[in-house]
């Protein structure tokens, strides 16, 4: 019995160790938007860093997650835009969209003019970063990220900072969902699961160390 319990608890424990989400040698998990291998644009370089070098489209997870923390590293180049989506799930009229990890420039690119819901680890075009709290490195220079999504909730966290929570069931999410530019899509993150998304908004972006552990 003693031993069961031994090799129960061995087996528990790896299943919530964090495990890498990309290898680090090819696109083996990734996928394009249809489920197809990702034939353009984005770079596997020799130092295990993934590099959206050109035009390829959005890279999505070939499996969906619902409960999770995942951590990655990235950088930007001057100037550009990308962001982490995540439970993304197909709407109606809209195609596929979900919440939103936003990486930017945000002294160079245009819509950090906007407002702080728009800059990065903002949950994009909803809730703004901590400001207090915010250290971003320039452009260039490596970033570490996380986002931990559990049920309703969501955290944003930047180099080794929490820089937002929410609740998706809250007052104050209904509150920002209705000034948002999705606020004619009534279930927006409401799904429990979907797939996580790399973006492709026609800037350099690379990412690294990227793991996921499921909760």
Do not use: C
């Amino acid at each position: 019995m003693k031993r069961f319990l031994l090799l129960l608890t061995a087996l528990t424990a790896t299943a919530a160790d964090p495990v890498p989400l990309f290898n680090g040698k090819d696109l083996t998990g990734w996928t394009t938007i249809d489920g197809k291998p990702v034939a353009t644009g984005w770079v596997v370089e020799n130092d295990g860093v993934l590099h959206r070098a050109t035009k390829g489209g959005d890279l999505y997870t070939a499996k969906e997650y619902a409960n999770f923390e995942f951590n990655f590293e990235w950088k930007i180049a001057p100037g550009g835009n990308s962001g982490v989506k995540y439970r993304i799930t197909p709407y109606e009229k809209k195609g596929p969209i979900g919440p939103e990890y936003q990486l930017l420039d945000d002294t160079k690119h245009a819509d950090a003019k906007v407002g702080p819901q728009r800059q990065t680890a903002s949950l994009y075009d909803f809730v703004p970063p901590d400001a207090k709290l915010k250290k971003l490195n320039p452009p260039g220079e490596w970033n570490t990220s996380k986002i931990v999504v559990r049920g309703t909730k969501f955290e944003h966290w930047l180099n080794g900072a929490k820089l937002l929570e929410m609740d998706t069931t809250s007052d104050a999410w209904k509150a920002a969902h209705a000034k948002s530019k999705f606020k004619d899509v009534l279930t927006f993150a409401q799904n429990p699961k979907g797939r996580i998304m790399l973006q492709d908004h026609g800037d350099e972006t690379w990412f690294r160390n990227l793991t996921i552990k499921e909760l």
